[in-house]
């Protein structure tokens, strides 16, 4: 162990590292020795010791952003809110907008997860990117929004799961009385599913997500092919690319588009999952940013096609937004197709599609609970930030990741309308996060304090001197573009996201997500001021080495 280098404030765990956490490190893999030596050394230089096992290579890492962004089920699961405000024109225009900005903000994020490939991700990045006097301030609301944010992600992608079921239901028996309560038991079966997968056979994730990518890119052409091939009409190009609808009743059209727009942008969420995976990623500063791009670009391409598609087999939009479905692609389906059995077979290939979402984003909002904990950031931390012994897997995190969106989700049995605000709460809180750190990256890049990359860098919370790059980064000015293109995106999405879908707005129909977001920062502040501030230090030094 060598000396610290002097202006690394230190804190080290003791209670905690020893009973909470195993200090052993991971089991050196065959053939894996070295990788696993050097991502043990890095971690130990960003002040972490080692205690998750290392399954992770480039393929399930990829599969696993692949499954978290789930595009091409995207594309047909809000394709009700980009036609209402939007129609075909604004959906495809939005989507494209929409992924061109999420490319630049997830680019910017790459970077950052090569200089740091910790699960913390983005409040450890903002405690390293942030002014000395604010480090610990910013640090604990960047961790609060990620972990809010992707608490409420497993919700809203369940409850997606739940309803579309639900839907496949009426689909096939045309008796069927869909009540609210329904939707809510089908998302606990959906969580139960989740928990079976990240807990149970939590040993051999990487395989169930390298099995379901399979699954994701072959129902791709299951779903794909029929549609377009069966349809008795197709759109023509002009009605798909300037054919504008404004559902909302705003009052202009370029209003309605970029509030229909917050739907496409629920699209690209998830691009950070595999940042909180990075400590159970081989060589995780390369394989972690190379598989947020490579997700990305094939999420937009088969993403785009499909919304395509899609567009093209809907030859009266108008119409299709008059019938007021929550799910219009099942009537896609049905009209392209004429058959029942044949639709519903497709339906539960997207559902299957879903659930593989699911189970990927249980995993990744539990490692980040879990290192927000490691560093206490959260009521009871001596508890959840614990690491069972045998499979190294954080099972208190994956629990209340579990139970959590559970409850959140029996706000639906109220209303679908209310819980539709769960939705733009997981957009706010994670831009938001997103926001932060791109901004301090903007602001570190601008003053020219980011160093060349080094493979002795230390770029662990409060070291003196310059930080420097990882392996993967943009450099010079295209960088500081790509950087502020982020910046520019993040904020018009933010502001749009907390408008309500139509006007004018009754109090149920009202989007009440700045309220929820609003009360749980009233709580985390609370918490803050009574606890948080003698405990939460910013990211703990736990260990380091040079």
Not at 300 to 327: K, Q, R
Not at 366 to 386: E, N, T
Not at 414 to 435: E, K, Q
Not at 474 to 496: E, S
């Amino acid at each position: 162990m060598n000396s610290i280098p002097e202006g690394l404030e230190v804190e080290v765990e003791q209670q905690q590292s020893e009973a909470a956490i195993p200090s052993h490190h991971p089991e050196k893999f065959e053939g894996e020795e070295q990788s696993t030596t050097s991502d043990d050394l890095i971690l130990s230089r960003l002040g972490k010791k080692p205690v998750l096992k290392r399954r992770f290579g480039l393929i399930p890492i990829i599969a696993f952003n692949c499954l978290n962004l789930n595009s091409w089920g995207t594309a047909f699961q809000v394709i009700g809110i980009g036609l209402t405000n939007g129609g075909p024109g604004g959906s495809i225009w939005g989507w494209i907008f929409v992924w061109c900005g999420a490319s630049a903000v997830f680019s910017c994020l790459a970077e950052l997860a090569s200089m740091s490939p910790t699960s913390a991700g983005q409040y450890h990045w903002s405690s390293l990117l942030a002014p000395a006097s604010t480090q610990k301030f910013i640090s604990y609301v960047t961790g609060w929004l990620t972990v809010l944010g992707w608490q409420a992600g497993i919700s809203a992608s369940c409850y997606i799961s739940g309803t579309i079921i639900q839907a496949l239901i009426g689909l096939v028996n045309t008796s069927y009385d869909p009540q609210l309560w329904h939707g809510t038991l089908l998302v606990y079966g959906v969580l139960a599913v989740c928990f079976f997968f990240t807990v149970i056979l939590g040993k051999f994730l990487h395989l169930v997500e390298t099995t379901l990518l399979v699954i994701y890119v072959l129902g791709f052409f299951v779903v794909l092919i029929p549609m377009v091939a069966l349809a008795p009409q197709h759109a023509t190009g002009k009605t798909v690319f300037t054919t504008f609808i404004n559902g909302g009743g705003w009052p202009t059209q370029g209003l309605s588009f970029f509030v229909g727009i917050s739907g496409w942008a629920f699209a690209t969420l998830g691009a950070d999952g595999a940042v909180h995976m990075s400590e159970e990623v081989h060589n995780a500063a390369v394989t972690v940013p190379r598989s947020i791009m490579i997700g990305l670009a094939v999420n937009s391409i088969i993403g785009t096609a499909m919304l395509l598609a899609e567009l093209f087999c809907i030859p009266d939009p108008v119409g299709l937004v008059d019938m007021g479905l929550s799910y219009p692609f099942v009537q896609v389906f049905l009209d392209s197709t004429n058959s029942v059995v044949g639709s519903a077979l497709m339906i539960t290939v997207i559902i299957v599609v879903q659930i593989g979402l699911n189970i990927s984003n249980v995993a990744a909002a539990s490692r980040i609970l879990w290192a927000f904990s490691r560093d206490r950031g959260v009521p009871g931390w001596r508890y959840v930030s614990q690491v069972e012994g045998k499979s190294r897997l954080p099972l208190t995190a994956i629990i209340i990741s579990t139970v959590v969106p559970l409850l959140l989700v029996l706000i639906s049995i109220g209303s679908y309308v209310a819980f539709n605000d769960v939705i733009s709460l997981t957009i706010d809180s994670l831009f938001s996060s997103y926001l932060l750190v791109c901004s301090l990256l903007l602001w570190r890049r601008c003053t020219g304090t980011i160093a060349p990359h080094s493979e002795h860098s230390v770029n662990a919370p409060g070291a003196a001197g310059k930080l420097t790059w990882g392996p993967y980064h943009i450099r010079g000015a295209f960088g500081i573009f790509v950087n502020c293109v982020a910046c520019v995106y993040m904020t018009i999405i933010l502001f749009f996201s907390v408008w309500p879908p139509v006007t004018p707005t009754t109090a149920a129909g009202m989007n009440y997500a700045i309220v929820m977001f609003s009360g749980v920062g009233v709580l985390a502040a609370v918490y803050y001021l009574a606890w948080a501030r003698k405990t939460y230090k910013g990211p703990v030094v736990e260990t380091f080495e040079l």
